[in-house]
């Protein structure tokens, strides 16, 4: 099991940024994929993720209605889509997986891309 994010970068506040999670040696439709992010100086915040067994997403209250992940079981790839891009979205966003949709604690983690909100 293998993850790759990408697609942090800097952006001005009100933008948008899609971040993308590269999934291989697994298939979506058994591992639940959660993004996870860690602000500087602050402990892990969970923001979302999709379930392996239908799809249906889920949102923390802090990015409900800016972010939306989506997936792509062809490419095997996860996309976290966020809109009006606020200060303090500044983080390191991880993509993670784990085998128990129902589990918030991911068995495995990519590496980060980090996603900077300043003007």
């Known amino acids: 099991v293998q993850l790759q994010a990408s697609g942090g970068g800097l952006e001005q506040p009100g933008g948008s940024l899609r971040l993308s999670c590269a999934a291989s040696?697994?298939?979506?439709?058994?591992?639940?994929i959660g993004w996870v992010r860690q602000a500087p100086g602050k402990v892990r915040e969970w923001v979302s993720c999709?379930?392996?067994?239908?799809?249906?997403?889920y949102y923390g209250d802090s990015v409900k209605g800016r972010f939306a992940i989506s997936r792509d079981k062809v490419k095997n790839m996860v996309y976290l889509q966020i809109d009006s891009l606020k200060p303090e979205d500044t983080a390191v966003y991880y993509c993670?997986?784990?085998?128990?949709?129902?589990?918030?604690?991911?068995?495995?983690w990519g590496q980060g891309t980090l996603v900077t909100v300043s003007s």
């Open positions: 993670a997986a784990d085998e128990d949709d129902d589990s918030l604690a991911y068995d495995y």
């Open positions: 040696g697994f298939s979506l439709d058994l591992y639940a």
């Open positions: 999709i379930s392996a067994r239908d799809g249906t997403t």
